[in-house]
C-alpha cells in the first residue's frame, strides 16, 4: 500500500497540538485539577484523531473494506494504540520515580478503572469519528 503523506498530515497535526496542549498546556495552568474528566476528554479527542487517520489509512481502493470491516478495523487499531498508551502511563509510574523523576509531571498512572475508562473514551471517539464518516460517505 502507497503512503501519501498529504493524506495523514492534517489527523498528525491536529493530533500532535492536541498532545502538546494535554500535556504541557492544562499541566502549566493546572487544568487537571480544575477540571475534573478533562482526561476523558483528551481520551475522546485522541480516538476521534486516531479514527481520522486510521479512517483514511484504511479506505483505500487497495483495501477493498465493506463499511463494517473499516468501522472495525479502525475501531480496533484506535483501542490498540489506547492500550499502549496506557501501558505507557503505567511503565512511567513504575519506573520515573526511580530513573526519570522529571516524567512524573507529565504522565501519571490512575488505577485499573481509570485505564479502561481512559481505553472506553479512546474507542467511543474512534467510533464516533468512524461511523460519522461511513454514515456521510454512503449518503
Avoid at 35 to 49: A, P, R, T
Amino acid at each position: 500500500m502507497k503512503l501519501h503523506i498529504k493524506k495523514y498530515l492534517s489527523p498528525i497535526i491536529i493530533g500532535l497540538i492536541v498532545i502538546i496542549f494535554g500535556l504541557f498546556v492544562s499541566n502549566y495552568f493546572g487544568l487537571y485539577g480544575q477540571i475534573k474528566s478533562l482526561d476523558k476528554v483528551y481520551h475522546v479527542l485522541g480516538g476521534v484523531i486516531l479514527g481520522w487517520f486510521f479512517y483514511r489509512y484504511f479506505n483505500s481502493p487497495q483495501t477493498k473494506l465493506t463499511s463494517l470491516n473499516l468501522l472495525l478495523v479502525s475501531v480496533s487499531t484506535v483501542c490498540f494504540i489506547g492500550v499502549l498508551w496506557e501501558f505507557m502511563e503505567r511503565l512511567s509510574s513504575l519506573y520515573s520515580p526511580q530513573y526519570f523523576p522529571w516524567l512524573l509531571e507529565w504522565f501519571r498512572s490512575g488505577d485499573l478503572n481509570d485505564s479502561l475508562l481512559d481505553l472506553v473514551a479512546d474507542m467511543s471517539g474512534g467510533f464516533i469519528f468512524v461511523a460519522a464518516s461511513l454514515f456521510t460517505r454512503d449518503k
